[in-house]
């Protein structure tokens, strides 16, 4: 069974305000689309994404999903309705056998959904399936500021997507309500397909599936955003030579020597940033700013440990805790341990309390025992966004 996922993007987001059209602005670093779009293509069942997109976001749309490899996006209408037909008619040329069309705006789908509306196509009577969730308050009708009468809500559904659908039927049935003059603004698929008299089974549907609609929807949808923890590590060394001072922690510290580096040999902050560039998987310093670069010669590192904590946050990483020890006989660290806390904290933008340092000898044995050089092991624990890759 062929599913193909039709995610529609093409709305202006009015009711949402805020310059861009809802589907663009970011939640957890990423726009509304892109975690959309992660979530069907990374469902197991789905075999390709198509985006029906408003022509003059074109380049949002384009940032959105870089790297996602998805095919070219579809051009939408005035209405929703018009967006799913122009989506739909884009699929005929290689029709899947099963399509799920699917809001933008209900980014945060989870799979038990897409998972049900799929199950239900094993009853061979049913053409469509629907999540929805029952009706919890009571309703009533009433006007002028007075209660008139009640309503049943005991056959009432909160209707959400991803609706799936045997494509032929649906795409017969949206022709057919195309060519009813003066109907185009059915708000989802199972209108469509009710009218053309397809049996559409209801689902299990799931409040994370909600449609940020309005401008306060983005502070819930944030606070949705399931986050896996990830901790890395970072280890650097670097040797003793002619010197009157060293670089630690992005402190300057007076020395009888110097330490020898393409940078200013910050061995703290760097075995700091490689453990940051560990929790996202992205190489390590010397992939970033190569000792071969002219650039970096006597550069600061704390640029370095920025770029790092930039690219945690770019991915919509939260920073939780970072640690370092330094090893070595001198200089002493005890009497800086503050200034370098306080100075990590600065460049990674976090509390004091979420920096530790920590410093130890080894007992005057091996080459930092020597006093040949100093060495430094750093541990970050982020978190990251699920639908982040
Ligand atoms: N949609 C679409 N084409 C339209 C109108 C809506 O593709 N002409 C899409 C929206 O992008 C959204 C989904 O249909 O993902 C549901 O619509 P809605 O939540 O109403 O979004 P908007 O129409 O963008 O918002 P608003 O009604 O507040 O302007
Ligand atoms: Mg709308």
Known sequence: MRIHALIVAAGSGIRAGGGVPKQYRAVAGQ????????????????????????????????????????????????????????????????????????DAARAFVPDTVIDAVIAAFADAAVDGACPALPQIDSLRSGEAGRYSGSIDRGNLWRVQTPQAFRYPALLAAHRAAAANEGESAATDDVAIALAAGLCVAITPGDERAFKVTEASDFAKAQGMTAYSSRAASGFDVHRFGPGDHVWLCGIKVAHDAGLIGHSDADAGLHALTDALLGTIAAGDIGDHFPPTDERWRGAASDQFLAHAAYLVRERGGLIDHVDVTLICERPKVGPHRVAMRGRIAA???????????????????????????????????????????
Not at 75 to 84: K, L, Y
Not at 368 to 383: K, L, P
């Open 347 to 389: 460049i990674l933008g976090l509390d004091v309390s979420r920096v530790s340092v920590k410093a130890t000898t080894t007992e005057k044995l091996g080459f930092t025992g020597r006093q040949e050089g100093i060495a430094a092991q750093a541990m970050a624990s982020v978190r990251l966004p699920e639908s982040v890759s």
């Open 31 to 102: 726009p509304l689309l892109r975690h959309a779009v992660l979530r069907l293509l990374n469902h197991p069942a789905i075999s390709g994404v198509t985006v029906v997109i408003n022509a003059n976001c074109l380049a949002l749309y384009n940032q959105a999903v870089a790297g996602l490899g998805l095919p070219a996006p579809v051009c939408g209408g005035a209405t929703r309705q018009e967006s799913v037909a122009a989506g739909l008619e884009a699929l005929a040329g290689d029709p899947p056998e099963i399509v799920l069309v699917h």
